[in-house]
C-alpha cells in the first residue's frame, strides 16, 4: 500500500472568483472540521477532507483586492501569510471575467511562495472567453520571476457544475506529499455553524445588492441560541451583525422601505431553515463602524476571510 498523504492546501483568487463553491464541491458533504482543536495561528482550517490514504486540510485565505487602501493591503498581507507553509495552492480565476489588476495582486503573491499552484480556471460553463487571456498573464508575469516552473496545471473546471473537479482533486492528491495526517481521520461533523450562517448572509447580500454592494462589508455572527416556541417546536435564535462604514452604505443595505434587507433576510433565512432542519428566527442589523478595516483585531473577530 502505497504511503499516507497529506497537506495543507490553500484556495485565493479575488473576491467572487468561486472559492466558496470550490471547496463545496471538493469536499461535499464529507467535509469535516477541527473546530475544537487549536488551529495554528497562520493557517485558519476551512474544512478537513479524509479520504482513503490521504489527509487534506484546506484552509482559509481572505480574498486578495486590488485597491490601495489599508485594508487592501492588509488583507493582502494575510492572504500572502496564510500561504505560507502550505503544501500546495489553488488559484481560482473567473474565466468570465476580464483578468485585471486584482488578478496581478494575486499571481505577484503566488510567485513568492515556495508552494505549487494549480490554476483553476473557473466558470467554463458560462463559457471560456477570457481563459486565455488568464493563462497569457500568468505566463508574463511569472517571466524570469522564478528559476522553474511551479505552476503545475492550468485546468479549467466548473466548481457550480462540478465539471473536472474530480480531476481537480487528483491532482491535489497526487501531489501532496507523504506524511501522515495532521488531524484525527475519523471526525466526520461539519463547519462551524456560524462560518455557514456568515457565508449564507454574505451570499443573499451579494445576489441583492450586486454592483452596489459596498465593498467595505462584514458580516459577523453574534449569537445562534436554540429554543422551542410556544408551541414547543425547536427554534434557532440567529443574531446577524453586517459592518458598514458609513450611513449611506448602510442606507444602500436597508433599502427603500427596508425591502433590501428584508429580501436578505427572508432568502438567508430560507436556506438556514433547510440547513438546520428547523425554524429560524433571524435578525439581520447593519451596523456603522468607521474604519474597521483599520482594525486587525476586528478584522480577525468578523471573521473577514474567505469572502
Ligand atoms: P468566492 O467569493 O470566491 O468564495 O466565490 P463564491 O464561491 O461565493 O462564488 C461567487 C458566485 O459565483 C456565486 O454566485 C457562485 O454560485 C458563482 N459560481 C461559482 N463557481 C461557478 C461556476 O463554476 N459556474 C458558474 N456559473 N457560477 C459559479
Ligand atoms: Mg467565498
Not at 456560524?194 to 467595505?216: G, I, N, T
Request: proline share 4%.
Amino acid at each position: 500500500m502505497a504511503n499516507f498523504k497529506s497537506g495543507f492546501v490553500a484556495i485565493i483568487g479575488r473576491p467572487n472568483a468561486g472559492k466558496s463553491t470550490l471547496l463545496n464541491a471538493l469536499v461535499g458533504s464529507k467535509i469535516s472540521i477541527v473546530s475544537p482543536v487549536p488551529q495554528t495561528t497562520r493557517h485558519q482550517i476551512r474544512g478537513i477532507l479524509n479520504l482513503e490514504g490521504t489527509q487534506i486540510v484546506f484552509v482559509d485565505t481572505p480574498g486578495v483586492h486590488s485597491f490601495s487602501d489599508p485594508l487592501t493591503t492588509h488583507l493582502n498581507g494575510l492572504a500572502s501569510h496564510s500561504l505560507e507553509g502550505c503544501d500546495l495552492i489553488i488559484y481560482v480565476a473567473d474565466v468570465t471575467r476580464v483578468p485585471g489588476q486584482e488578478e496581478r495582486e494575486v499571481i505577484k503573491i503566488l510567485l513568492r511562495q515556495d508552494a505549487k499552484v494549480i490554476m483553476a480556471l473557473n466558470k467554463i460553463d458560462l463559457g471560456t472567453k477570457y481563459l486565455n487571456d488568464y493563462i497569457a498573464l500568468w505566463q508574463s508575469e511569472a517571466q524570469g520571476k522564478k528559476s522553474k516552473d511551479f505552476l503545475l496545471f492550468y485546468l479549467p473546471i466548473s466548481a457550480l457544475s462540478g465539471k473536472n473537479v474530480d480531476d481537480l482533486l487528483k491532482v491535489v492528491i497526487t501531489n501532496l506529499p507523504e506524511q501522515p495526517a495532521f488531524y484525527d481521520t475519523t471526525t466526520q461533523t461539519d463547519f462551524p455553524l456560524s462560518y455557514r450562517v456568515a457565508d449564507c448572509v454574505r451570499e443573499k447580500l451579494f445576489l441583492q445588492l450586486r454592483e452596489e454592494l459596498p465593498h467595505s462589508i462584514a458580516v459577523e455572527v453574534e449569537k445562534i441560541e436554540d429554543t422551542k416556541t410556544k408551541s414547543g417546536k425547536p427554534i434557532a435564535n440567529i443574531t446577524v451583525n453586517i459592518y458598514v462604514n458609513r450611513d449611506s452604505q448602510k442606507r444602500i443595505i436597508i433599502g427603500a422601505k427596508g425591502e433590501m434587507l428584508k429580501a436578505v433576510g427572508s432568502q438567508a433565512r430560507e436556506d438556514l431553515e433547510k440547513m438546520l432542519n428547523k425554524k429560524v428566527f433571524l435578525q439581520l442589523w447593519v451596523k456603522i463602524m468607521e474604519d474597521w478595516q483599520n482594525k486587525p483585531r476586528i478584522l480577525q473577530e468578523l471573521g473577514y476571510w474567505w469572502t
